[in-house]
């Protein structure tokens, strides 16, 4: 599966952006989705998670409340709606994929996603 990564941008704290992720493919429907974020001169660190299904989410502590993992697989996209954006949001987005991230327990690890996209900036202004 290849991924496409959009919707990054500008935006002032306080504000939302939706972050969209278009995969290739006829099996996107079977691939948990991940959302990952690297901010400059920080490691890549997860975001939120969503089961092939849609019947699965996980956040990260830090996004909690505030961010909205959600899937189409009719459309084999998924999306990252951002709320209430703060500053330290600011980053590079990745989305990934893989078939067995939930089934083995590492949604919340680089290593386990299989396929990358190119990533999306986003930058959240004080």
């Known amino acids: 599966v290849q991924l496409q990564a959009s919707g990054g941008g500008l935006v002032q704290a306080g504000g939302s952006l939706r972050l969209s992720c278009a995969a290739s493919g006829r099996t996107f429907g079977t691939y948990d989705m991940g959302w990952f974020r690297q901010a400059p001169g920080k490691e890549r660190e997860f975001v939120a998670a969503?089961?092939?299904?849609?019947?699965?989410?996980y956040y990260a502590d830090s996004v909690k409340g505030r961010f909205t993992i959600s899937r189409d697989n009719a459309k084999n996209t998924v999306y990252l709606q951002m709320n209430s954006l703060k500053p330290e949001d600011t980053a590079v987005y990745y989305c990934a994929a893989d078939p067995l991230a939930f089934r083995s327990g590492v949604i919340s690890t680089i290593s386990g996603y299989d396929h990358w996209g190119q990533g999306t900036l986003v930058t959240v202004s004080s």
């Open positions: 969503i089961k092939w299904s849609g019947s699965s989410t």
